[in-house]
């Protein structure tokens, strides 16, 4: 049951939002907007509130929003044809801004429950290269190799560069500052190196926002770091997942507790707004591109070949998401 609810939870939230960047700018940008959709499928209720209908649909996955002049040809001044094209831009790539802003969010409110590790030393592992250098519990780590470290993953991102050369640690102990040369060791367990001490929790507001942007660009790194394999020949098939793969995740993470849940959220969303920009017709990636070449060449590209174009991209998405869910997803079910 956890695994249903968390999964419409996401699936809403993470598409929703997309589909309001969309909206929000759309307005903002003075593009008649028809209607603006919750849901899939018939619709339950609807209410219309000035040139916009809102209305909530029976199956509770995703959403649209439906703008003039967006899918073929109208003569309103304010349909999304005839609007300047950079304000046509926004509103395309609105949608994946607002993804972005989303695991933002959800990254930030996951540290601010859970904290972060400071730079203040809280324990160290037993013949660890940190104890037998002497730290000790309370030892503030002011630098490391002359540079100035303000929380844990500073200290780590310096430690992990390494290559297991001495490291020098400017500690402040009792008012008083030590220098230490550790020698980091390589754990096989964490595939890094390491000097082996705990640091203290704190929590901050300010710094749970940073750390959430920080893991926001690492996550989006990691992503489009993927998506180059595709062009190196590195990339495989059984890296993807298809629906069914994404449910079990999200239950499977869900069911850990809130702090998994909004890692996951992060996660999807940030998932969704880069493949969203990826320039294939059908996404907002492709229509941002066919703008960029109606910008380039001074007019539209002819609406006939577009439709075509955005057609074999929606039929090879679903090509693609039919075998990663059959031989994938179910796949995976019988292994």
Partial sequence: MITIVSSLIIFLLVVMIHEFGHFIVAKMSGIKVNEFSIGMGPKIVQKEKGETTYSLRSIPIGGYVAME????????????NNVNIFKRMATVIAGAFMNFILAFFAFSIMVMITGYGSNIVDFTAPNSPAELAGLQSGDVIVSVNNLPTKDLA?????????????????????????NKNIKPKYYEEYKTYLVGFNAKVEHSVIKSFKIGFDRLIFVSRAIIDTLKMVFTGQFKMEYLSGPVGVVQLIGSESSKGVIYFLQILGLISVNLGIFNLIPIPALDGGKLLFLIIEALRGKPIDQNLEQKLTLIGISLLLSLMIYVTIFNDIGRLFK
């Fill in 69 to 80: 002049g967006e899918e073929e040809t109208s003569t309103d001044p304010r349909s999304f």
């Fill in 154 to 178: 500073d200290i780590n991102k310096i430690i992990e560069t390494s290559n297991g050369e001495n490291i020098t640690f400017e500690i402040n102990r009792d008012q008083s500052t030590i």
